[in-house]
């Protein structure tokens, strides 16, 4: 991987978490197309991979790919960011080959062994069996591990080098990261103690920590792509977070309509979730406001070539702002009322929201940061978009799209026929399910997963080819 | 620089997001404190006593679980042991649970720590939603007990041949696949007849958890079908 162009350690490092994040992107999709083909036809595989499997893979896989990412977009700013070379970075080499391994091999038990015996041995050996955190507990230690040896390296880089704004937010931001992830290590007989602070880790990261996280890459991303002003960028990145941590952390509330938790949920949950979505319209007019300043600035000097340095990874950037106001702040807030989600709770509208949530929100601004390591690997100066990069952001956004109408209208009917009019029963729930419009709906479901993961092949191709692709300026 | 705006300066922006991040910080560990007390599990005695609990204890499984509309609270409340006429529970009546309603303290809470550690060890919520959290693959878990499928004149029964829902509940959980009620089947977990029935009594307790009212109007709409 070292090249003359590459004379960081730490961004040498930060190109192998991106390469396993890639892969594992892949991971992700090909067993959300297994679980997606399960509703059209729900005997494939049935007793071998069933649908709990490739659910637990399709999601985990996605969880980690992200943080795997995350971690790579932090060790590929840092030098950029301080000025000196990440401090710990043998450290963080082998963190990295004993987090792979460790993902390896839940991965291989989950796909093998799949479920246990009631005992405390599945729990730590096989599976938690708490979605999204079902990884064993031994792996659950080994992740606290690489997350305080992550956060060791970052903040012994933080204060050793320049500590920019962005670096600051990032320390502050990683330090909440790893530490929530300890709230879902536990086991309890009641089930409204686990549901609370299982919450914790699942909301606390994605609704929270994550968001900042994204904040301040965007920031970076910014400063990187098309040089705005520092000065400005990092105010906008201190509005956000205060915005961001003060919609989402007592946004909780809105996990805890229906769990057993006492009613003053309801207003905290309403009240503050429906402030989640103004922290993600500031972004987005962030990211477009000094892009259109910026270019601005130089035309007005006399310059119409384009203030973008990276056209590919500055794409998935803007689908970025797009994509979490959309994903995450409409189709959020669709359902984010109790008086709402008194029905929606628990139904495909939930699904919808996190696959363009998480999509919108995080897939987009941590391709980008593939791309700009791409960029900088290759030490091109100009990078331009070739034709795989836009076949790969338009089916991939296409198929994301086309999945989240599917399962809006899939969920408006269960919500509307299961919940509304036949009172959330077991048959209630078939109903709903074998009703014209769902199975419609799961059926194109399917075809736009599909779109996604040839998109995914376009993206794999464009991630391994166009670093050498003459088309760029050097 | 003198005349510079506060609301351009990093340094106020800075300090806003420090304090903001922090009252909501400390407002939820407060809130936490206050909703863990309210969420701790009750016990026998809370029962023996008529104290309502959000989430009772074990024995819970020794009564008759209802869901019922209280006028007081506008919506559907868990009522155990026969309603008050108030819509609150009078943890009289007693209900058998394999054919016994007398399970103590630690015989309960046994029974109830294999069913949790069964849901968790099974997967369960990677299909069905518990509490509404889960999957979306398979029927919301949440009062699944008091679903009327599983009630006397319920299809499960006949379908199973048990005579009651805690026998009918675990025979399917043991063999799913030789009770398929839809094209998607359950598939066989290796569930064995002991964790089935802790899963049975696991089930039996979340029924009694007070959650706000979800789900709505269950199993009170069985009358309607297709919306006829």
């Known amino acids: 991987m070292a090249n003359s162009y590459l004379k960081s350690e730490s961004k040498q490092l930060a190109t192998w978490y991106f390469t396993f994040a890639a892969i594992l992107f892949g991971a992700q999709l090909l067993f959300g197309l297994v679980a997606a083909i399960q509703y059209v036809e729900p005997g494939f595989l049935y007793g071998i991979l069933d649908f709990s499997i490739a659910r637990i893979l399709h999601i985990n896989a996605l969880v980690v790919w992200m943080v795997f990412a995350m971690f790579g977009s932090v060790y590929w700013l840092l030098p950029d960011e301080t000025g000196i070379e990440t401090v710990g970075i043998k450290v963080g080499k082998l963190l990295f080959w004993i987090f792979a391994l460790a993902i390896v091999i839940v991965v291989l038990v989950f796909l093998f062994i799949q479920v246990g015996k009631a005992d405390a041995t599945t729990i730590w050996f096989i599976t938690e069996g708490r979605e999204y955190i079902e990884a064993p507990r031994w792996a659950d230690w080994g992740i606290v591990v690489v997350a305080l040896g992550f956060v060791g390296n970052l903040f012994l880089t933080g204060m050793k080098g320049k500590q920019t704004g962005i670096v600051t937010v990032l320390m502050a931001d990683m330090i909440a990261f790893a530490g929530l992830y300890l709230a879902g290590m536990f086991f309890t007989d009641n089930i409204s103690v686990d549901q609370y602070w299982w919450w914790w880790v699942i909301h606390l990261w994605v609704e929270a920590t994550w968001e900042v996280f994204v904040g301040a890459i965007a920031a970076y991303g910014l400063i990187k792509m098309i040089g705005a002003h520092r000065q400005v960028v990092e105010m906008w990145l201190w509005i956000e977070v205060a915005m961001l941590f003060g919609s989402g952390i007592l946004g909780l509330g809105h996990h805890y309509f229906w769990i057993g938790t006492p009613e003053y949920w309801w207003e905290i949950g309403a009240l503050f979730s429906a402030l989640e979505p103004l922290p993600l319209v500031a972004m987005f007019i962030h990211v477009l406001y000094d892009w259109g300043k910026t270019q601005g600035a130089e035309e007005e000097k006399g310059n119409s070539a384009s203030v973008i340095n990276n056209k590919p990874a500055f794409t998935w950037f803007v689908l970025n702002a797009f994509g979490n106001f959309l994903g995450a702040g409409i189709w959020g807030f669709f359902h984010t009322l109790p008086q709402v989600n008194l029905y929606t709770h628990g139904t495909q509208f939930t699904s919808a929201h996190g696959h363009l949530a998480f999509f919108g929100a995080y897939a987009t601004i941590l391709v980008g940061m593939m791309y700009i390591a791409i960029q900088g690997t290759n030490g091109i100066k100009v990078m331009k978009n070739t034709r795989a990069s836009i076949w790969a952001v338009s089916l991939i956004t296409g198929g994301v799209v086309g999945m989240t109408i599917a399962l809006t209208i899939a969920g408006y009917v269960q919500v509307l026929v299961s919940r509304a009019q036949m009172g959330a029963t077991w048959a209630a729930y078939f109903d709903g399910q074998s009703g014209m419009w769902f199975v419609q709906a799961m059926d194109w479901r399917l075809i736009m997963g599909v779109v996604t993961f040839i998109g995914f092949f376009f993206l794999a191709k464009d991630l391994l080819t166009t670093g050498k692709n003459p088309v760029h300026e050097k | ?228």
């Open chain 2, 1 to 228: 620089m003198a005349n510079k705006s506060v609301w351009s300066d990093n340094r106020f922006w800075r300090r806003s997001a420090t304090w903001v991040t922090g009252f909501a910080s400390l407002l939820l560990i407060w809130l936490t404190f206050d909703t863990s007390t309210q969420i701790a599990m009750g016990n026998d005695k809370d029962l023996q006593n008529g104290v309502t609990k959000r989430v009772p204890g074990p024995t819970v499984i020794n009564y008759k679980i209802t869901y019922e509309m209280s006028a007081k609270r506008g919506h559907e409340v868990p009522v155990i042991g026969g309603n008050d006429g108030k819509g609150g529970s009078l943890f009289k009546e007693k209900e058998k649970f394999f054919g016994r309603d007398d399970y103590t303290e630690k015989e309960a809470g046994a029974l109830l720590h294999l069913g949790k550690l069964a849901s968790q060890a099974k997967n369960c919520m990677d299909c069905h939603t518990l509490l509404g959290n889960g999957a979306y693959y398979a029927p919301d878990l949440t009062k699944a007990w008091l679903d009327p499928a599983w009630g006397p004149n319920g299809a499960m029964q006949a379908l199973t041949g048990k005579n009651t829902r805690e026998e009918a509940i675990a025979e399917f959980l043991q063999h799913p696949d030789q009770y398929p009620t839809h094209a998607r089947m359950m598939p066989d977990l290796g569930i064995t007849a002991k964790e089935a029935k802790g899963l049975v009594a696991f089930l039996k307790h979340m029924s009694s958890i007070d959650t706000n009212g979800f789900p709505r109007n269950f199993g009170h709409m069985q009358g309607a079908v297709n919306g006829k």
